[in-house]
Every structure is written in structure tokens, then in C-alpha cells.
């Protein structure tokens, strides 16, 4: 079942994508309205993170493309956050928590402009938000999991978007953090803003989101989540192995075939 | 005099390798860093083939060029010949440097560099190869203008771009995410290594400069969790062991640039004891912070 | 002058000449097998900084012992080699400096104080020190009939132990962590391995010296990798590549003048390694374009089949002449494209021309029929299954049509009841 909606913010137009020649996405198609928390769940390896990935440039499409607020994402950047997986940094760095959630900052600044004030007060907002006053100097791999989490939600609150994109933001956190992320993230859909979660834990997708879209390689469903998040869609999503499908993305692969004609 | 001499040019290789040295490391490509070290003779050889002097201009064109070739032939090997990227590094380098050798032996009558100094450099010689005007003037050691025009363009460029250096080594996912290109910085910044390891080359030779890639940065990174700290520590901690592998090369009579490096990792080892016992004491050993 | 040189070379009349050459090519063999698990165990560079550690070892060696005599100098290398390695692993261990920076430490610092040695030893004047760097670049000349001897030993002992421990250097090299789960002591081969990269490294530097031994144990296997899979067989074209290039830079320094060998060496494997990367089936770059080049070939013959098939549906028979702009006139395609798609056909014997234009023969008309129904699945099988809105699933089955193996196709007409009509109400025709 897939709910197709008009002026989307997200757009995602018959998207292809191989990684290493395995087709990892075969045409997903769909759409999302603003203003809401929309959840990605599937299998693991279903290309969750892919799909949001190549909505942020990151991974080249085969075929296919994803427009946000009706253009492309060169056009509309500054109004986009990404919020990528925890572990792709090393947390060794040597920063504090201040300096990564300033960073947020940085895009907006450009080319030879530091943070100023009004920067500086960004930053601590966000800090706040996401409860980590006591923490502003404290080194980051000091910290937990769960508060390494909300520093990367910090740094994406400096940015100032109206569309968020996150990679699985609540793997691996505690209860506290996890209470904290969703209560930020309901905040800033309650004004309009757009969050897009890539999301694992099955028993809160219900309490969590208004709109959520399946995958397992294609797309299984796509809709607010009281229509789709049925057992039926879960079990087609995690159960159904569509034999064949793997087998041809298996021979792209080996065979080392383009999945479109060019 | 000539102490003062040497010691200033030690002291400008590893304050410019150091700064550069801790944005390799923790984009862990420091043996880039050491490839490009190694590859970058056969650009030499040929800058001076060309020029027919080791004039300063002409070396660093050279150092650019070859230190992006080797990048890009590492790169391209990695990527398109699926090799994995240590390989990559290890073959590249390798072929280079031996092609860089093979041309000196050819050209020895016209090349003043002889095998040994490419390996550990000739930083005694400094004090005497000065650079005079045409109009007899001494201005002073060649080797201390080029060094330092090189470091102030590493400052100025680091200074400049900062930001983008920083967010780049940090997270790739998200400077792309913000419309940087990893790529565009990571060229920069192999371009400013190449420079650097050209204009130490005569003083420190193609393997000790690693060392002043490499230890300075490593030791700071073990005592400091600031990045700016960092930094500093890195100035300083490389001006020490100019300073001191001076005096040790002069007390054991010795290769200068070589006994530099001993202290560089005398130093690394008193930073990885500290580090220890920051470690197990963490709450009585202050973290060090300017 | 060259010319009489290297008549001279391959002669072989010099007993000394001969006995070099030997020593180097056994050599250059023997530390491109050790290399071989150095390389698939994704440790490069760790020989790089082994081959740089052993200087320190070599002189000190040379200081204690007060002579060159090899056995002195390997012990010397070896411990200090062995003595980086550890370093190595104890940097990253304890400390959150990342494997690179311990290896580039160990590297220069190593060979810093292998250097302040070197020069200690030069200017203290100890007797017999001279030709001692000879170690930085190598020098084939240098090699006496004794240092034959020994090394030929070490040779020999380095294959006797990769024969007997190939089983545990095997599994670790391209698994640890299956290794340790299935049991096998990791350690060991471990240590196995780190031995024999300082005893190979050891032994190289006499061919080439310790700045380029490193590429004696990469670029051998780095060559070999491009034209197998199959361990024993890398092995063996290691040996042979490093065998050849040894020989090439013995050859080298003999008739050049003043020529060191070691670059000579690591330059010939190197090319080896170009050439494979470029040339070698399968792997090599050439292939890779040719393969490219024939999947695009067979993408246009097959569409241009698939395009006559279907204007033969629209008028009702497939045996009459079909005319090019009736062929075109189903996509948009370069007017060159089609008449060399045509033409490959023609000679593959798929089509027949007259006057009137193109006809199938028998096999063309079967081959277009069978493009056309695995189109047809495989849109049905997206819209069924896998839940694609039916004006999305052209463009799919334009390229996976292409495919499909027979196996394959027996499953989709399986899978899908040999269903009628695809989800455009296109009729699929089966024979």
C-alpha cells in the first residue's frame, strides 16, 4: 500500500541504487507530506540507510532521482539536515561536545566567517535541548552512547532546517536519551519541520510516527502509520524473500551488469 | 651561527609537517602522507633536469605535480584496479621512489643530489648554501626562505579554511552533507604535504620527514583531547626536538636530521608513558589544555 | 659497449656472475612468497616498516660483531624487525593512535636511529665498514659466494616453513576471526607470519635495499592477484614475478654502469603489475572495458530483435520484410546505431536482407520471441510481487530482459503461473 500525497517535501521518484553492482534499492517510489515524523523500517540490509542517503547526495542513484520541496537538493541544502550513523566517526577526535554542535553552524557561515555570538547562542540552545548543559566542554568519547546521539541531534538543530534526515538515531541508546531525542524531534515537527528516521525497533514505530515507510529492497508500503504499520505489511516486509529478486541482483553483480540501459 | 642555521631549519620542517601531520592522522593517511614523502624524488630529479638549478620555484611546481600524481595514481589503482588500499599505497611508492633513484644514477653528472641525501637529507650543508642576489648581497640560507614560505602558505591555508578542514576530518558524511568536497579538500591538502616534503627534502630526506609528519602530532594527540591544544603542542613539542637533536647530533657526532628523529621518539615515548598514567589516574592527572 | 656487456651477462661464463644472479632471483622468489600472505592478510605496509626497523638492527649488529659477516647482520635485523612489529601492536592497542600512525612512527623512528648509527659508524672509522650502505639501496655486485650460502638457507627455510604452516598462514590470511572461531591458534600463525616477514625482509635488502623491500613482498602477490584466485597458483606466479624481476635487475646493474639494482628491480615488477592491472583477463582493466563494451553490443542487438518482434505484432506477422523506419519506429535510437545492430545480426545470422528490407531467419525469430516474453515476465513480476505500480516497470525490464538465464526464466514462468497478459494487457507469447 503506498499513499502518494500532492506538493510533497520528499519526493522520491522510481530510485535505483546498486552498491558494488548489487541493485541494494529497486525502484522505490514515493512520497511524503510536511510537518510530520516519518519512520524507515525494514529488515536489516533492506537499504534504509541507503534510501537516505541517496536523498542526500551520498550515494549515486542508478536510475531514478529525489526532488526536496519540489527541487533538488543542491538547490535547497541550506534548508536540509543530515543526521548520519553514530559509529561513522571515530569519537577519539579531539573535540569537545560545544565544538561538534557548533559545527552545525559552519554551513551556514561559508567561506572566512567564524562563529560569532549569534552562533554561540545557537549552539547552546541546542545544547540545552537536548539536555547536555553539564557536558559543553566534556570530551567526546567521554561520553555514552546515548549522549554521543544527542550531540549529533544538537549539531543538526544549529542548522536551522526545515527537513531532517536521520540514521538510526536511537540504536544503541538509553531510555532517557531516547525520551529526550523523540520529545526534541516531536518538537520540531509540531512547527512544521519535516524528520525522516531511519528506525529499527519495531514496538514503538506505532507511538513514534505519523507516516511510515517500509522497505525490504522495494518498497512495501508507504502511508500514515495507523493505515500501514499492519501485521500483514510488517510481515511481507520482514518475512517474504522475494527468491528471484535476489537471484537477478546476485547475477548484476557477479556478472558485473548495469541495472539500466543508458 | 650555523647552529642557529640548523636548528631554524629544523625547527621550520617540523612545525609545517607537524600541523599538517595532525590533520593526516586523524584522517588516518598518514602513509599517504609517507608515500607522497617517497615519491615525490622523481619530480625533483626532473625539476632540476629542467631548471637546471635547485631553484625554489621550479622544485615546488614539481613537488605539486608529482605529490597530486601519486595521490591520484594511488587512488585510481585502489578504485578502478580494485587493489586493496595499503597495497595501493605500497606499489605506488615504491615504483616512484625507484624511478627517482634510476634518474639520479643516470643523470648523476648533472644532478647534484646523491642517494644518501634523498634517504636522511644533508641539514649540516644548510649554513653554507646561501642564497646571494645577483647584486652580491648574502641573504642568508636558501633552505630557511623556501621553509619558511612554505610554512606561512600552511598556516594561511589551514587559518583560512579552518572550518572546512576540520568538519572534513571529522565527518565526511555530514561535510558532504553541507555541500563540501572531501575530495577537493583531501587534493588540498596532498598538495600542501607535497610542498612541505619537497622543501624539507634537502635538510631531512624523503624518510625522516615522516617522522616529523608523524611524532610530534602523535605525541600532542596522547596528552591533549583539544584540538587547538593539539596544535600547539605540536609547535612546540617539534621545535624541542630540533633543538635538543642538534645538540645530541654535535655530542655523539652523528647525522643531525637522524638524531632529531631519535628525540622525536624519545618524546612520543615520554607522551605514551604520560598517556598511561593519564589513564589509570584520570582523575589526578589534568588533561592539558591552553 | 652495452651490447658486449650484456652478451657477456647471459653467457654465464663468470662463476661469480652466475652465483649473484642466483642469489638474487632466489631472493626476489622467496620474499614475494612470504609477501603473498603479507598481502592477502592486508599488512602491506606493516613490511614497509619492518624492512625500514631492520637498518638500526643491521649496524648495531655491525658495531657488536665488528664484521660484516651476514649471519651477524640477520640476527641483528631480525631482532629489531620482530622488536617494530610488536611496537606496532602495542601502540594501537594501548593507545587511540590509529594503525597507520603507529606504523609510520615505528617506520621513521626506526630508521632515524638506524641512520644515526650508520653516520656513528662512518665517522668512528671501525674497519671493514665501507660497502655497509650498500643495505639502503642494495647491491647485487656486493653479494659474495658466502652470502650466497646463507641466504640461500634462509630461502629454504623460509619455503620448508611456509609448506609446513600453509595450512594456519592460509586461514588467517584471509579470515582471522573465522580462524579463532574455528579454533586454529591465531597467534601462532600470527607469529608464523611476523617471523617470516622479518626473515624475507631480511633477506630482500640485499637485492634492493631497505627503502624499496617493502615492494618485494606487496607488488609480487599485488601482480599475482590479478590473474587468480586460487592461493597455490598466486603463490607460484609471485615466486615467478619477483624471480623474473630479480633477474632483470641483476641484468641491469651488470651492463649499466654505476646502476644500483634495486630500482631496477622493484621498476620491472612494477611494470609487471601495470601490465597485469591493464591486460589480465578477468581482472585487468582492458577486459573490463571489453566486457562493458559487449554487454552494450548485446543490449542493442537484442533491442533492435525485440523492436522488429514487435512491430511484427502490430501488423500481424513476423515472416513478411520489415522496412527501417518500421524497425525505428519504436524507440528513439541513433540512425548509425541501428543499421551496425542490424548488421552484427545479419552476420550472427539472426537476420536475412532483401531487397524489401529485413527478415528473421528461424533462430532470430525464436531469440526475439523469448526477449519478448521475459520482458513481459519480468513487468508482470514487479507489478505482482514485488509491488511496483505497472508505468513504472518498463525501464527495469528493459535492461533485466538482457539476463535472464534460462534457469531463471523456468523459475519466473514457474512463479508466475505462465500468466497470459503482462500488466499492460500485452499478450506473452510462448513457443
Known amino acids: 500500500m503506498i499513499i502518494h500525497v500532492d506538493q510533497p517535501v520528499v519526493e522520491v521518484h522510481d530510485l535505483t541504487v546498486t552498491y558494488e553492482r548489487r541493485p541494494v534499492l529497486w525502484d522505490i517510489d514515493f512520497t511524503l507530506p510536511g510537518g510530520i515524523l516519518a519512520g524507515i523500517i525494514g529488515p536489516n540490509g533492506a537499504g534504509k540507510t541507503t534510501l537516505i542517503k541517496a536523498a542526500m547526495d551520498l550515494v549515486v542513484p542508478g536510475s531514478g532521482f529525489v526532488r526536496l520541496f519540489g527541487k533538488s537538493l543542491k538547490e535547497v541544502r541550506s534548508k536540509v539536515s543530515y543526521v548520519p550513523q553514530r559509529r561513522t566517526v571515530d569519537w577519539d577526535f579531539p573535540a569537545s561536545v560545544y565544538d561538534v554542535i557548533l559545527m552545525g553552524t559552519y554551513p551556514s557561515l561559508g567561506l572566512f566567517r567564524y562563529p560569532r555570538k549569534a552562533e554561540k547562542e545557537l549552539a547552546l540552545d541546542a545544547l540545552r535541548k537536548v539536555e547536555l548543559e553539564d557536558f559543553k566542554n566534556r570530551q567526546i568519547s567521554q561520553l555514552s552512547g546515548g549522549q554521543q546521539q544527542r550531540v549529533f541531534l544538537a549539531r543538526a538543530l544549529t542548522q536551522n532546517a526545515d527537513l531532517f534526515f536521520m540514521d538510526e538515531p536511537f540504536a544503541g541508546v538509553d531510555a532517557a536519551t531516547e525520551k529526550t531525542i523523540i520529545k526534541v524531534l516531536q518538537e520540531l515537527t509540531s512547527h512544521g519541520k519535516t524528520v525522516v528516521v531511519v528506525h529499527h525497533d519495531l514496538q514503538s514505530v506505532a507511538k513514534y510516527f505519523d507516516w511510515t515507510i517500509m522497505i525490504h529492497s522495494r518498497l512495501i508500503a508507504s502511508g500514515p502509520t495507523s493505515q500501514v504499520f499492519t501485521p500483514e505489511l510488517v510481515e511481507k516486509t520482514y518475512g517474504g524473500k522475494l527468491d528471484l529478486l535476489t537471484e537477478v541482483a546476485h547475477l548484476l553483480q557477479t556478472e558485473k551488469l548495469p541495472p539500466r540501459e543508458d | 651561527m650555523d647552529a642557529f ?30 608515500a607522497i614523502s617517497h615519491s615525490v624524488l622523481p619530480g625533483i630529479v626532473i625539476a632540476f633536469l629542467i631548471s637546471g638549478s635547485r631553484d625554489g620555484l621550479a622544485m615546488l611546481i614539481a613537488a605539486v605535480i608529482t605529490g597530486l600524481l601519486t595521490t591520484f595514481i594511488i587512488q585510481f589503482i585502489h578504485e578502478k584496479g580494485k587493489l586493496q588500499a595499503d597495497a595501493s599505497i605500497g606499489v605506488t611508492f615504491t615504483w616512484l621512489f625507484a624511478i627517482g633513484i634510476i634518474l639520479i644514477s643516470v643523470f648523476a653528472d648533472y644532478v647534484d643530489l646523491d642517494q644518501e641525501c634523498v634517504l636522511y637529507g644533508e641539514i649540516a650543508y644548510v649554513p653554507i648554501d646561501l642564497w646571494i642576489l645577483p647584486s652580491g648581497i648574502i641573504m642568508g640560507p636558501r633552505s630557511v626562505y623556501m621553509l619558511g614560505t612554505v610554512l606561512l602558505i600552511v598556516v594561511i591555508t589551514i587559518l583560512f579554511f579552518f572550518k572546512e578542514f576540520y568538519m572534513v576530518t571529522f565527518d565526511q558524511d555530514f561535510a558532504v552533507s553541507t555541500g563540501l568536497s572531501v575530495t577537493l579538500w583531501h587534493y588540498i591538502l596532498m598538495a600542501l604535504i607535497s610542498l612541505t616534503t619537497v622543501a624539507s627534502f634537502e635538510s631531512v630526506g624523503a624518510i625522516l620527514v615522516v617522522a616529523f609528519l608523524v611524532a610530534p602530532p602523535a605525541s600532542a594527540y596522547l596528552l591533549s583531547d583539544d584540538f587547538k591544544t593539539i596544535i600547539i603542542l605540536t609547535v612546540f613539542i617539534g621545535i624541542i626536538v630540533a633543538i635538543s637533536g642538534y645538540f645530541l647530533a654535535v655530542y655523539i657526532n652523528s647525522s643531525i636530521s637522524g638524531s632529531m628523529t631519535v628525540m622525536a621518539g624519545i618524546i612520543f615515548a615520554i607522551a605514551w608513558l604520560l598517556a598511561f598514567r593519564r589513564r589509570n589516574f584520570q582523575k589526578s592527572l589534568k588533561i592539558i589544555k591552553f | 659497449m652495452i651490447a658486449e656487456r650484456l652478451a657477456e651477462f647471459l653467457s654465464f661464463s663468470d662463476p661469480i656472475l652466475l652465483s649473484v644472479t642466483l642469489g638474487v632471483v632466489l631472493l626476489s622468489s622467496t620474499s614475494a612468497i612470504v609477501g603473498t600472505f603479507t598481502f592477502l592478510r592486508k599488512q602491506a605496509l606493516v613490511g614497509d616498516a619492518v624492512a625500514h626497523s631492520v637498518l638500526p638492527g643491521i649496524c648495531l649488529a655491525f658495531i657488536i660483531g665488528e664484521s660484516k659477516n651476514p649471519i651477524y647482520l640477520i640476527i641483528g635485523a631480525f631482532i629489531t624487525g620482530w622488536l617494530s612489529i610488536n611496537l606496532i601492536h602495542k601502540i594501537t592497542k594501548t593507545t587511540r593512535l590509529k594503525e597507520d600512525t603507529a606504523i609510520a612512527l615505528v617506520l621513521s623512528v626506526f630508521f632515524g636511529v638506524g641512520i644515526v648509527l650508520l653516520t656513528y659508524i662512518q665517522h668512528s672509522g671501525i674497519p671493514g665498514h665501507s660497502g655497509l650502505d650498500h643495505i639502503l639501496f642494495g647491491q647485487a655486485a656486493a653479494i659474495t659466494r658466502s652470502d650466497v650460502h646463507v641466504f640461500g638457507m634462509v630461502s629454504i627455510l623460509l619455503i620448508t616453513s611456509v609448506l609446513l604452516f600453509y595450512k594456519e598462514l592460509k586461514t588467517t590470511a584471509f579470515d582471522s576471526d573465522f580462524a579463532r572461531s574455528a579454533g586454529m591458534k591465531v597467534s601462532f600463525a600470527d607469529l608464523m607470519l611476523t617471523t617470516l616477514t622479518v626473515l624475507a625482509v631480511v633477506t630482500g635488502i640485499q637485492a634492493v635495499g631497505v627503502v624499496l623491500v617493502a615492494a618485494m613482498l606487496i607488488t609480487p602477490p599485488a601482480a599475482a592477484r590479478y590473474w587468480t584466485h586460487d592461493l ?200
Open chain 2, 5 to 34: 642555521f640548523v636548528i631554524l631549519t629544523g625547527s621550520l620542517v617540523a612545525v609545517t609537517c607537524g600541523i599538517l601531520g595532525i590533520f593526516l592522522m586523524l584522517r588516518r593517511m598518514v602513509m599517504i602522507g609517507d
Open chain 3, 232 to 431: 597455490p597458483l598466486m603463490i607460484i606466479l609471485s615466486a615467478i614475478f619477483g624471480a623474473v624481476s630479480g633477474f632483470m635487475g641483476t641484468l641491469a646493474s651488470y651492463v649499466l654502469p654505476n646502476m644500483p639494482t634495486g630500482p631496477w628491480i622493484i621498476v620491472t615488477i612494477t611494470g609487471i603489475a601495470f601490465f597485469s592491472f591493464i591486460f589480465a583477463p578477468g581482472k585487468g582493466v582492458l577486459f573490463r572495458l571489453y566486457h562493458q563494451f559487449k554487454v552494450r553490443r548485446r543490449m542493442l542487438t537484442e533491442n533492435v530483435l525485440k523492436d522488429m518482434y514487435m512491430a511484427g505484432e502490430k501488423r500481424g506477422n513476423h515472416n513478411n520484410a520489415f522496412t527501417l523506419p518500421e524497425i525505428a519506429a519504436h524507440r528513439r535510437m541513433h540512425k548509425e546505431k541501428l543499421q551496425s545492430g542490424l548488421n552484427k545480426l545479419y552476420l550472427d545470422r539472426f537476420l536475412k536482407k532483401d531487397e524489401n528490407g529485413w527478415h528473421f531467419t528461424i533462430s532470430g525469430l525464436n531469440k526475439a520471441r523469448r526477449l519478448v516474453k521475459i520482458h513481459r515476465l519480468w513487468e508482470t513480476y514487479l507489478t505482482r510481487y514485488v509491488g511496483i505500480a505497472p508505468d513504472h516497470v518498463h525501464d527495469d525490464a528493459e535492461a533485466i530482459e538482457h539476463y535472464i538465464t534460462p534457469e531463471l526464466e523456468k523459475k519466473l514462468t514457474d512463479e508466475l503461473d505462465r500468466p497470459e497478459k503482462d500488466p499492460h494487457e500485452s499478450e506473452i507469447p510462448y513457443d
